[in-house]
């Protein structure tokens, strides 16, 4: 099976950089083109480079296309003619719709969308499908993804929120922490990468323990902050004035989400 991957940004070197470090494939499998072809890091014995977009998809089996919204359009337009007849589409952008990639090229398409925790192989990285895709296409791209961690299938419609859960999250989670250690330190003189270390231990084993031992939030809550200790006038806090920031985050994301969608819509009808 032959692997192309389209745009060499963020996305698609992560890409590129665990497809070829799994060991599955060699040079002659593993395809990548760039829209400037000199950013591309040359490593002739791992990958082949492509002149262009519709070389690589006359060689793919499976055609990862990782650029922004606002240049699909073109590059699925460029595409069309040399496509393989079986070949699997992989969009990873989750906020373009089928119903518009469709517009352009109507095959067997997927969006995927993936997580910064990639990085170490602990993605849970999201799928969705066309009704074009069966179940041996779903079984090789969940394979394919397992370079990355692990693999969610959502159906179209929850991947807008599926990703505020997985992909976005390490940002909201980081920003969140942040906030915390750095009022931590107006009260304490241990130094802010101390701070910042025992936070994030913290924070990794409270997550394994609830995992482990199948604890809820509550769970945790209940057995830390003791009726009229000192936990429970912190978590009181945040029960009485957090609901309202992560309101208004999930309102504002969601929001970004949906003109996202729509000048990707205005884009394709250009
Ligand atoms: N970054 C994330 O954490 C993340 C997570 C999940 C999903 N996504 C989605 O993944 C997609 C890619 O995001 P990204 O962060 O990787 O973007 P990026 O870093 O901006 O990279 C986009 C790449 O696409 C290339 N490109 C643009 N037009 C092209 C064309 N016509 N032919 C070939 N290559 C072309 C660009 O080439 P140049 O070098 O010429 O600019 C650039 O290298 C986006 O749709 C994004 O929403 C991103």
Same mark, same amino acid.
């Given at each position: 099976m032959n692997v192309g991957i389209i745009g060499y940004g963020s996305m698609g070197k992560m890409l590129l950089d665990k497809f070829a470090a799994s060991?599955?494939?060699d040079a002659n499998s593993l395809y990548i083109a760039n829209r *400037? *072809?000199?950013k591309i890091a040359d490593a002739p014995d791992r990958y082949t480079i492509c002149r262009s977009n519709s070389e690589l998809a006359s060689k793919a089996d499976v055609v990862f296309v990782c650029v922004r919204p606002v240049d699909m359009k073109s590059v699925l337009s460029e595409i069309k003619g040399s496509l393989k007849e079986n070949a699997l589409l992989v969009s990873? !952008?989750? !906020?373009?719709?089928f119903e518009l990639l469709g517009s352009i090229i109507s095959t067997k398409t997927a969006k995927v969308v993936p997580s910064v925790t990639a990085e170490i192989d602990r993605s849970q990285t999201l799928v969705c499908y066309n009704e074009l895709v069966g179940s041996d296409d779903k079984a090789m791209l969940e394979e394919l993804l397992g370079c990355i961690g692990t693999v969610i299938e959502l159906p179209e419609k929850e991947l807008g929120m599926g990703s505020e859960l997985v992909s976005c999250m390490p940002g909201f989670i980081a920003s969140i922490f942040d906030v915390i250690c750095t009022s931590a330190q107006k009260h304490t003189a241990i130094p802010v990468r101390q701070i910042v270390k025992m936070v994030l231990n913290t924070l990794n084993a409270a997550s394994e323990l609830m995992l482990e031992k199948e604890m809820s939030f509550g769970d945790v809550v209940t057995r830390v902050a003791t009726k009229g200790g000192i936990t429970e006038e912190g978590t009181k806090v945040v029960y009485e004035m957090f609901p309202e920031t992560a309101d208004k985050l999930f309102e504002n994301t969601l929001e970004k989400r949906r003109l996202t969608a729509v000048n990707a819509q205005k884009s394709f009808a250009e």
């Open positions: 060991g599955r494939f *400037t *072809t000199g990873l !952008n989750g !906020n373009i719709p």
